[in-house]
């Protein structure tokens, strides 16, 4: 991979606030402020976000597909198993 696209220190840095948020959940009690958990899951998710595109990125490079194809994949592998909470559906 080019310098800009290497893999490595963002999977590091997705790992490492994924997990900072995840433990932080630890410390959730029934008296927690609402401010406080909100803060452990915008930590959490951040680290989430961070390495959620890891895998389209590598097959766009390595498969050398184009955008197109790379946003049709991140896009369904998010979506998937969420046609059971469409709406008017029988669940």
């Not at 606030?17 to 452990?40: F, H, N, Q, R």
């Not at 899951?41 to 989430?48: A, D, T």
Request: glycine fraction near 10%; include cysteine.
């Amino acid at each position: 991979m080019t310098k800009l696209d290497y893999l490595l220190p963002r999977a590091v840095a997705s790992a490492a606030v994924m997990a900072t948020g995840d433990g932080l959940y630890g410390l959730l009690a029934p008296s927690t402020p609402i401010a406080k958990w909100t803060g452990y899951q915008l930590v959490s998710g951040c680290g989430n976000g961070l390495g959620s595109t890891i895998v389209s990125m590598i097959l766009s490079h390595v498969l050398k597909l184009s955008s197109h194809v790379s946003t049709a994949y991140h896009c369904s592998s998010r979506c998937h198993g969420m046609e059971k909470y469409r709406p008017g559906e029988p669940s």
